[in-house]
C-alpha cells in the first residue's frame, strides 16, 4: 500500500484553448505547492494587492497587464520565482492548424483534455494526495473532467484514489493561485503567438525569461519544476 507523505493543491488554467478562436498556439499551465502552504500563499499575493492600493478581490489576469500596473505584475513575477515553494508547468500546442482530430476519431474537446493529462502527469507524485482546481469552462465541461480523472487514476494505478483525490472546476477570481497560473500562462501564449502589440508584456516577459534561465520557447527538461516547459508536437503520441 502506497503511504501517502504530502498533500499537493494544483492549479490550473489555460490560454486561447478553443478550437477557431483564431489563435494560433494554446497553452495550458499548472502551478502547484504543498496543500499547507495554499493560505500562506494566497495571503501573500492578497498583501502584495493592497502594496499596490488594489481592492482584494481585484482579478489577476494576463489581459489586464498595462504599464500602469506594470510594478504590481512584475512584483507578482518575483514573487513567484522568489518562493521554493511554488512550482509551474506550461504545455505548449504551437500551430492548432495542424491538429487532425478526424484521424484520432476525437473533438477539440477530447484532445483539449487529452493536452490536460499531459499537463498533469509530470507533476503528480505517487506518494502525494493531489488536489486539482481547473478554472471553469464551460457549463458543459463535468462529464470531461470526470473522464481526466480516470484518465489520471488508471495512468497512475490510483485505485483507492489516494494520488488523485480531487479534480474540481473553480472560478478564477475567487482562487489566487488560479489568477496566478493565469498570468504565467498567458504570458507563454503571448510570446508563442508572436504578439508584440504590449510594450508591458514584452517586459513581464523578459522578466520571466531572466528570472527561470530559459528562453520560454524550447522544452526544457523533464524534472525541471520551477518553470517547466512542453512543446507538444502533432507526431507526438498522447493517448
Not at 12 to 29: A, K, P, Q, T
Not at 55 to 81: H, M, Q, T
Request: aromatic share 12%; proline share 2%.
Amino acid at each position: 500500500m502506497t503511504v501517502i507523505r504530502d498533500e499537493i493543491n494544483i492549479y490550473c488554467d489555460e490560454s486561447c484553448h478553443l478550437e477557431n478562436d483564431g489563435h494560433r498556439s494554446m497553452v495550458l499551465g499548472a502551478i502547484w505547492c504543498s496543500k499547507s502552504l495554499t493560505s500562506q500563499v494566497a495571503l501573500r499575493i492578497r498583501e502584495i494587492k493592497a502594496k499596490y492600493h488594489l481592492p482584494v478581490d481585484f482579478e489577476i489576469k494576463w489581459n489586464k497587464v498595462s504599464p500602469a500596473r506594470l510594478d504590481f505584475y512584475e512584483e507578482l513575477v518575483d514573487f513567484y520565482f522568489d518562493d521554493d515553494d511554488l512550482h509551474f508547468r506550461a504545455l505548449v500546442i504551437p500551430d492548432k492548424a495542424k491538429l487532425n482530430h478526424l484521424v484520432y476519431g476525437q473533438t477539440h474537446d477530447d484532445f483539449y483534455y487529452k493536452m490536460y493529462f499531459q499537463l498533469l502527469k509530470v507533476i503528480l507524485d505517487p506518494k502525494s494526495g493531489h488536489y486539482i482546481y481547473l478554472d471553469i469552462k464551460d457549463t458543459r465541461s463535468e462529464d470531461k473532467v470526470q473522464d481526466l480523472v480516470k484518465y489520471l487514476r488508471n495512468a497512475h494505478y490510483d485505485y483507492s484514489e489516494q494520488i488523485i483525490r480531487r479534480v474540481q472546476q473553480v472560478r478564477s477570481h475567487e482562487i489566487q493561485q488560479v489568477q496566478l497560473a493565469d498570468l504565467l500562462t498567458g504570458a507563454i501564449s503571448y510570446l508563442h503567438r508572436d504578439l508584440t502589440t504590449s510594450a508591458a508584456k514584452q517586459h513581464l516577459i523578459n522578466r520571466i525569461i531572466d528570472r527561470s534561465g530559459y528562453s520560454l520557447l524550447n522544452t526544457t527538461l523533464y524534472k525541471e519544476d520551477k518553470m517547466n516547459i512542453f512543446v507538444w508536437r502533432p507526431q507526438t503520441n498522447y493517448d
